[in-house]
């Protein structure tokens, strides 16, 4: 059984006006949110490996640091070749959108740059921007898959 790893004090630095995004995401309390011109930073009590690669698929040009004390650590957040039970495939047909079907979504990651999945199942390209936070929704139960993070 695999553990989930887990980061404290966890700093986001993204684009300017996709801060909002990132709340969608966790449940955390204490958020400490900054804008600026040149970009929001996002500053987490807590996140879990999965939560930073769910903003990592959101937001490719995403920068990750952990506090500690008055420093920063840069944390790298690398996509996995294989991305299981994390998101929804967008395709309504695929067998993983099936509300009887027991099968988890499965990506793999074709290119990182532009950043492109593609689903496991049904074959459906996902690019950058059709990786939207709705598909971290889970709408219905997906049985447990063995965690790529």
Not at 105 to 126: A, D, H, I, N, S
């Amino acid at each position: 059984m695999s553990t989930v790893k887990k980061y404290t004090d966890v700093i986001i630095r993204l684009p300017a006006d996709t801060a909002r995004s990132v709340l969608g995401l966790t449940k955390s309390k204490g958020i400490d949110i900054r804008t600026s011109d040149s970009g929001d930073t996002v500053g987490l009590p807590e996140a879990t490996e999965g939560l930073l690669l769910k903003v990592r698929l959101l937001h490719p040009q995403a920068r990750f640091a952990i506090r500690k004390g008055r420093r920063e650590e840069k944390l790298e957040v690398e996509l996995p070749e294989k991305i299981a039970a994390l998101m929804n495939c967008p395709n309504p047909s695929c067998v993983t959108s099936q509300p009887k079907e027991p099968a988890a979504p499965e990506f793999k990651v074709v290119r990182e740059e532009p950043l492109t999945l593609q689903c496991l199942y049904c074959g459906r390209y996902v690019p950058k921007g059709g990786i939207t936070p709705d598909l971290f929704e889970v709408t219905r139960f997906i049985p447990p898959a063995k965690s790529t993070f």
